[in-house]
């Protein structure tokens, strides 16, 4: 990257969201990450309030009902979609949800919900740091699933240490069938959309939005290439 480019300002309103193993659809808004003196005077994160319309997804409501702590992933991204700043908010657990917004009818606006979380550490994530160990979004699964096949292939255990080998085998098999059960979701739904279906009615088969399920398997997205041309295949066998 030039020393021109390096010093440009980064976009605030282009961001992508992520918990868990799914990327947060819809997302219009989010507080400032910012750190605060606690009680003992050392800088603590402050709450991180995310905002959107309201749907039929619930990854707020779900979260809100199982508050377990995860990891939250705040994306910047370039205008070419490429993560340009990556934070991570570690142990992360909601503190408030506001199901739905106060609602005014004089008002244009959507409805929307709200949550506030809180995290044990906000931390910077340089965005070409490695491989990550869980992939963000359900569009790198397959080629998350192929690098990680890939290195249990090729590891070579020391010698000294060698151990019984079935549980890493187990694990290379759970990721082929993971990457093959990705790829039939991504065959049914060509199959659905050649059908006539609305992504709205994928979307809650699915456990999702339908604007979530567009942009996981709509035109144009990787998952949609794998799906394709099975789904092609499907839907002339029916049609034979």
């Known amino acids: 990257m030039s020393e021109s480019a390096a010093d440009e300002p980064v976009a605030r309103f282009n961001f992508r969201v992520s918990w868990g193993d799914r990327q947060i659809a819809s997302i219009s ?18 709450p991180v309030e995310f905002t959107r319309a ?13 508050p377990a702590p995860q990891a939250v992933t705040v994306s910047v991204l370039s205008a070419g979609g490429v993560p340009s700043l990556i934070f991570l908010l ?7 949800y506001i199901a739905l917004d106060g609602l005014d009818a004089d008002s244009a606006e959507m409805a929307r919900e709200r949550l506030v979380v809180r995290c ?20 790198q699964i397959p080629a998350h699933d192929d690098e990680l096949a890939r290195r ?4 070579e255990p020391d010698g000294d ?13 759970a990721i082929e069938r993971r990457a093959g059960a990705e790829r039939d979701i991504a065959a049914a739904v060509a199959v659905a959309r050649a059908e006539g279906y609305t992504w709205a009615a994928i979307g809650a088969m699915l456990g999702t939005s339908g604007e979530a399920a567009r942009q996981r398997y709509g035109p144009g997205t990787s998952q949609s290439a ?10 002339a066998r029916r049609s034979a």
Request: charged share 30%.
């Open 29 to 46: 808004s989010i507080s400032a990450l910012r750190l605060e003196a606690g009680v003992s005077e050392e800088m603590q994160p402050g």
């Open 54 to 66: 309201r749907s039929v997804d619930d990854a707020f409501e779900a979260w809100a009902a199982d």
């Open 90 to 96: 570690e142990e992360s657990v909601p503190v408030s």
């Open 120 to 139: 044990q550490v906000i931390r910077r994530v340089p965005a070409g740091e490695g491989w990550s160990l869980k992939p963000r979004s359900t569009e």
């Open 152 to 155: 249990f292939a090729e590891h």
């Open 161 to 173: 240490r060698v151990k019984d080998a079935r549980a890493l085998r187990d694990i290379a098999a």
């Open 226 to 235: 794998h799906g394709g041309r099975r789904g092609g295949q499907k839907a």
